[in-house]
């Protein structure tokens, strides 16, 4: 079973913090995705990676930036945290290449982040 | 301009009932698929059903079946029967063709929270 681990399920954080969000991949696929989740907004793209040091902007990177330094891991870093960052923020990977059936992609359980 | 419209905030149904989510989608290119996530009050989300643009019949998986209309650019989701575990937020997506210079990702629709009565 593909398993995609993020390291908090909820975390509280302090306006001007900077926060680091790890997600965890436990196979050896190229493509992970950050997204945020906000209520009537649905998934937003925030960026997403394709190789180890390579990283894509996706519809909404203010605020943001990301890290991707081994295939496994991949790293959303809020600069400055800000309380417009509260939301629900979800890691996802791509099984292989190209989209389609087998190839969907897996989210892990998502963080709530807080920013007070 | 919104590349996935869901249009219903929230749905209700009675359990063992159909219900049909509804999802359109604007493209140009030919070659795109949709996809259908559940995300329960747990807040995982859940791969349900994949509808690539040329398949010539409209996917079918367990209760869960796509009605695509590709001249209407729809591609509503079908539960058959439906269960009370089934309450859940649903979200339609679409992937970019990476083929033409799309990028490698999914766009998601603003979801619709599904209820089934008991």
């Not at chain 1, 996706?58 to 400055?80: H, M, N």
């Amino acid at each position: 079973d593909v398993k995609v681990t993020q390291s908090s399920r909820y975390l509280v954080k302090r306006t001007g913090e900077k926060v680091f969000l790890e997600c965890v991949q436990d196979m050896d696929h190229e493509n992970m995705f950050w997204y945020r989740q906000d209520p009537g907004l649905g998934l937003r793209l925030i960026y997403f990676s394709y190789d180890v040091k390579m990283k894509e902007k996706g519809d909404i990177p203010e605020g943001y930036s990301v890290s991707r330094e081994k295939k496994e891991r991949f790293s959303l870093i809020l600069e400055s945290a800000s309380t417009n960052q509260t939301s629900m923020y979800l890691c996802a990977i791509k099984l292989g290449g190209g989209w389609g059936r087998n190839t969907e992609a897996f989210f892990g359980q998502g963080t709530r982040l807080t920013v007070v | 301009a919104q590349k996935i419209t869901q249009t219903q905030p929230g749905m209700f149904v009675q359990e063992k009932e159909a219900v049909t989510l509804d999802c359109t989608y604007d493209t140009s290119d030919q070659s795109y698929g949709l996809f259908w996530y559940k995300q329960p009050s747990s807040g995982e989300m859940i791969f349900l059903i994949y509808q690539g643009s040329y398949d010539e019949q409209n996917a079918t998986e367990g209760r869960y079946s796509l009605n695509f209309q590709k001249a209407r650019k729809s591609a509503n989701l079908v539960i058959s029967a439906s269960q009370l575990g089934d309450s859940a937020m649903y979200f339609c997506a679409m992937r970019e063709d990476e083929a033409q210079g799309g990028s490698e990702k999914l766009v998601f629709g603003k979801g619709t929270k599904l209820t089934v009565n008991p």
